[in-house]
Structure formats: C-alpha cells, structure tokens
C-alpha cells in the first residue's frame, strides 16, 4: 500500500521539498505479524531527525495513525516513511516557508528473500573506494541526501552483497545500508558514529541486547588497517538483521562462534 498523508497514491507534487532538495527524513521498518519491530527507537530517530532539520509541525500520532491504516491488512513486510518539510508554495531553500505541514508517505513492499548463509556462513566485503564526507551537523540522521551511498553501491556484486564505506581519515564508519560490528576476543567493537555515517536503529538494539546479555562492546575509532586485528565481523540493519563477514578485502576470519550466539538471541527477539 502507497500512502501519502493517508491518502491512497503513488505520487508527490514536484514542488515538495524532498523532490526538491532532499529536504526531509526516512526509516525502514521490519513488520512482524502486524507488530512494528523497535518501532521506539525509529520514532526516536524520527524525532531526532525532525530536531536537527528544524521540522517543528510533524504530528506523531497522526503518523502513528497513518502507518496503521497502511499496515492494516499485511502480516508481513518492510514499511517505508518518508517525511519531508512539506510542499513548498514558492522556490528557493529558505526553510521559512509559511504554515506547511510535513508530508508524510508510507509505502508497503514484501521482505526480501536473502540466502541464509549470508547470516550462518557469511560474506565477502571489501572497502568501498568511495568515502564519506565529514558533516557532523547531518551524522546519525537518516536525512534524504544518501548521494554518496547510491554512488558506493556501484561497487556491489554478487560476490560482495555489502561493502564497507570509510571516512576521509581511513576510520571505517559503516556499510552502504547497514552498521558494522568487530570482534576481538570476548568484546565487540562498532565504530563510533560522530561525523558522518547513520546510527541504525538495529544497531542500537543489539547495543541493548548485548548489555542485557553482560556481553561487552565497545564504540571507538576503527581504522581501515586494523580489520586484520579482529577475529570476526558483522554488517546490521533492520530488515537484513545480521550478515556475518566471512573476509574483507582478503583478510579471512574463522566460524565465530560468539557471533552465531548472538545472532539466535537476535532472531529469538525479533520473532519471539
């Protein structure tokens, strides 16, 4: 189902600012048995997100009320929300645009069918030639300008489903679509999010698992060098859950069994 401020259709008005300029906000979420899967920490970011683009009109409950109708008759699926500033009732970027509201547009589509040894066995990946650039005013928020992950998708293939984007200073921030998480010994490791990159909501529910679970973890600076330091290593997002990392560019890592656990006690609380 397409819905556009709760209204069934599949279309915007060219004058809308995230048509425009990306000027607006996004979350993808897992839909289980009618059940939106850590839908406080979406709306957490949502919030957030409003915050730092200085949208000052989105309604929450009306967008709870539109995302019901719009999941209303699906067990099962990815729900997308896009929220932009609004239709803008003349050009230019001045965010002082009179009385508009945001446009809220939810769309439905089916879960995609991933092989499972992505998640038992795992992937190759390798880091991405392209790079993100610094803007911490932007970093966390999943804002509509995702220019520089569309351009790193180039570089997917069949052999390397994810692949691994650094910043200018060679830390390694994050997948295409996804977190990424390191283990070494009994710790884990996940850079930290400060100047670019996305802090994913499956992220941080495994951030919270893990602490439920007394298993350590760690957010620091993750040079691209050090990936041969790791024993192991996962990519994370809220519809994917967990891609173990069988090699990044070469460096192999061996079955981890403290990744396996994890990954049962994810699943377990996803589909419980």
Same mark, same amino acid.
């Given at each position: 189902?397409? #819905?556009?401020?709760?209204?069934?259709?599949?279309?915007?008005?060219?004058? %809308?600012?995230?048509? !425009?300029?990306? %000027?607006?906000?996004?979350?993808? &979420?897992? +839909?289980?048995? $009618?059940? !939106?899967?850590?839908?406080? !920490?979406?709306?957490? =970011?949502? /919030?957030?997100?409003?915050?730092?683009?200085?949208?000052?009109?989105?309604?929450?409950?009306?967008? !709870?009320?539109?995302?019901? /109708?719009?999941?209303?008759?699906?067990?099962?699926?990815?729900?997308?929300?896009?929220?932009? =500033?609004?239709?803008?009732?003349?050009?230019?970027?001045?965010?002082?645009?009179?009385? +508009?509201?945001?446009? &809220?547009?939810?769309?439905?589509?089916?879960?995609?069918?991933?092989?499972?040894?992505?998640?038992?066995?795992?992937?190759?990946?390798?880091?991405? =030639?392209?790079?993100?650039?610094?803007?911490?005013?932007?970093? $966390?928020?999943?804002?509509?300008?995702?220019? @520089?992950?569309?351009?790193?998708?180039?570089?997917?293939?069949?052999?390397?489903?994810?692949?691994?984007?650094?910043?200018?200073?060679?830390?390694?921030? @994050?997948?295409?679509?996804?977190?990424?998480?390191?283990?070494?010994? %009994?710790?884990?490791?996940?850079?930290?999010?400060?100047?670019?990159? +996305?802090?994913?909501?499956?992220?941080?529910?495994?951030?919270?698992?893990?602490?439920?679970?007394? &298993?350590?973890?760690?957010? $620091? $600076?993750? /040079? @691209?060098?050090? &990936?041969?330091?790791? @024993?192991?290593?996962?990519?994370?997002?809220?519809?994917? #859950?967990?891609?173990?990392?069988?090699s990044v560019d070469g460096v192999s890592y061996k079955k981890n069994n403290s990744i396996l656990k994890l990954i049962k006690i994810i699943n377990n609380e996803i589909y419980k």
């Amino acid at each position: 189902m397409n #819905l556009v401020n709760g209204k069934s259709s599949s279309s915007i008005s060219i004058f %809308d600012r995230g048509f !425009l300029y990306g %000027d607006g906000i996004f979350e993808t &979420i897992l +839909v289980i048995n $009618k059940t !939106l899967i850590n839908w406080p !920490l979406h709306l957490k =970011r949502i /919030k957030a997100g409003c915050l730092t683009l200085k949208f000052n009109k989105l309604n929450h409950d009306l967008l !709870l009320e539109h995302i019901t /109708k719009a999941t209303s008759n699906i067990e099962n699926c990815v729900l997308s929300i896009n929220i932009t =500033r609004g239709t803008a009732k003349k050009r230019g970027y001045n965010i002082n645009i009179g009385d +508009v509201k945001p446009n &809220i547009i939810l769309t439905t589509s089916n879960i995609p069918d991933y092989p499972n040894t992505y998640s038992s066995t795992g992937i190759h990946t390798k880091i991405s =030639r392209s790079t993100l650039s610094n803007n911490g005013q932007l970093s $966390k928020i999943k804002h509509l300008n995702r220019l @520089e992950q569309v351009l790193a998708t180039s570089e997917i293939t069949k052999k390397f489903p994810e692949i691994i984007l650094c910043d200018q200073n060679h830390n390694i921030i @994050e997948g295409t679509a996804s977190n990424i998480f390191f283990i070494k010994k %009994d710790t884990y490791y996940s850079p930290l999010i400060e100047n670019c990159g +996305v802090e994913g909501a499956m992220k941080s529910f495994i951030i919270k698992i893990m602490k439920k679970n007394k &298993i350590k973890i760690k957010i $620091k $600076k993750i /040079k @691209e060098k050090e &990936i041969d330091s790791y @024993e192991g290593a996962f990519f994370c997002n809220s519809i994917r #859950l967990v891609w173990n990392i069988r090699s990044v560019d070469g460096v192999s890592y061996k079955k981890n069994n403290s990744i396996l656990k994890l990954i049962k006690i994810i699943n377990n609380e996803i589909y419980k």
